[in-house]
């Protein structure tokens, strides 16, 4: 195995060779091989995601719903836990992931699976874990709801992508962590932007390296390229979605660019509200036309389900 450290020399005399134009989609495809190749990865959370793509067929049994499910002890026994809380409940306990699934609904088992794939990432319980736990739920939460409020996109799909987008966050972190410390020091600054700030110390971005680790993971290529294009997004909202991205990818993209600003004027996500924050200006806005009134009400949304949470 290639160790990370090789790895990051090698992409960085790369990324900094005089002779080379840097160019961030040739540096995307050295990045798959380089996080192929890496140790101690984060847990892959493919089974979630693979039962959520069968929940959208209308003719799939729970009989057969429960099957996949059963593959994944954790979320299995998780499920069943929840059938048999007070809410639940019914007369008698509920020992099968089958009956769990026909009691909870189907609402109740997407939430419980999709926030499965938060705990499957291998987060501990270090200060900055912690943050990005919150900021992942947060962002997946607020996307959730700019999809039902809009209709540009699934509203599960937006989930999961809002959850993913930092994914590359996960790897840094987990590589270097006093590095990873510094950098979020530095955007805090006022005016700094994070991506430079990323190329600059990691000689990659965060978006370059979640993409990479997505298309390894194998995920749908739209989750794919919405991890890569969401914090890009204002260099593309000028041009024709059409001539440059899927519509798909474009408002999904969207969609999590303007998820991530409601969490920032909210402080979800381990940062202070940043109530100053012209959400009507953001590129996703734009691109999805939200008027102030829809920003406001997907405000109050997100603030009232993160309460509950």
């Known amino acids: 195995m290639l160790c990370f450290e090789l790895a990051y020399q090698q992409i960085s005399c790369k990324a900094k060779s005089p002779a080379l134009t840097f160019n961030r989609l040739q540096m995307y495809t050295e990045l798959k091989t380089i996080v192929s190749e890496m140790e101690d990865l984060p847990k892959e959370p493919m089974v979630a995601a693979q039962i959520l793509q069968r929940l959208e067929n209308p003719a799939l049994s729970a009989k057969a719903l429960s099957k996949a499910i059963n593959s994944d002890p954790t979320l299995a026994a998780r ?18 992931v089958e009956k769990a699934i026909v009691q909870l609904g189907e609402q109740k088992l ?25 900021d992942a739920h947060g962002c997946a939460m607020a996307a959730r ?42 955007i805090a600054e006022p005016e700094t932007n994070e991506i430079d700030v990323e190329l600059g110390m990691f000689a990659f971005s965060h978006d370059l390296v979640g993409a990479a680790l997505l298309e390894y993971w194998h995920f749908a290529p739209v989750l794919v390229q919405t991890t890569l294009h969401h914090h890009d ?77």
């Open 233 to 309: 997004f204002s260099r593309i909202q000028d041009f024709d979605p059409n001539h440059y991205l899927d519509p798909h990818i474009y408002n999904l993209s969207a969609t999590v660019n303007i998820a991530e600003g409601l969490c920032k004027y909210l402080g979800i996500g381990g940062t202070k509200a940043q109530e100053v924050l012209e959400l009507q200006f953001l590129p996703g806005a734009i691109v999805l036309s939200l008027s102030e009134g829809q920003i406001a009400q997907a405000l109050d949304q997100l603030g009232a389900e993160w309460a509950r949470r």
């Open 110 to 134: 997407r939430d419980l699976i999709l926030d499965n794939c938060l705990k499957s990432l291998q987060l501990s319980e270090t200060t900055a874990d912690r943050k990005m736990h919150t």
């Open 145 to 186: 709801i700019v999809a039902r409020l809009t209709e540009a996109a699934d509203p599960d799909q937006a989930f999961l992508a809002g959850m993913l987008r930092h994914i590359g966050k996960l790897v840094m972190l987990k590589r270097d962590p006093e590095m990873y410390q510094r950098i979020q020091e530095l």
């Open 79 to 96: 499920i069943i836990k929840t059938a048999n809380s007070t809410v639940y409940r019914k007369k008698d306990k509920t020992t099968t």
